[in-house]
């Protein structure tokens, strides 16, 4: 798998000193409709260090910058992924293409 991030995320990385991203999977259940959305979000290195070391199936990719946490969730993956970051309003948000549910 290549991993792509743009160079405006690699900039972002840098301010913000942080190394590594998490894709991550949030769901609600609490009306008729179950919604589940994948995002992606900045972790410490000791925080993806406790993931990788709890043998619950979370893998590693090497990145352009520091490390892509995959959790041990059921993905389809591309053999590119480009992660790039996006502003909505004053936020800035983490996207990504090439993972889906």
């Keep these: 798998m290549t991993i792509n991030y743009s160079d405006e995320l690699i900039e972002y990385m840098d301010q913000r000193h942080k190394d590594c ?11 008729d409709l179950d919604v589940t959305e994948m995002y992606l979000r900045f972790i410490s ?8 070391n709890s ?7 090497e990145a352009p910058r ?3 946490i995959i959790p041990p969730y059921n993905l389809n993956i591309r053999d590119t992924v480009s992660v ?5 309003l004053f936020f ?3 996207k990504q293409d090439g993972i889906t549910l």
């Design 21 to 31: 991203i998490l894709v991550d999977i949030a769901s609600s259940n609490t009306c």
């Design 45 to 52: 290195d000791s925080h993806a260090d406790r993931l990788l």
């Design 55 to 61: 043998d619950k199936g979370y893998r590693v990719h």
């Design 66 to 68: 520091g490390r892509l």
């Design 84 to 88: 790039y970051l996006k502003t909505f």
């Design 92 to 94: 800035k948000l983490i």
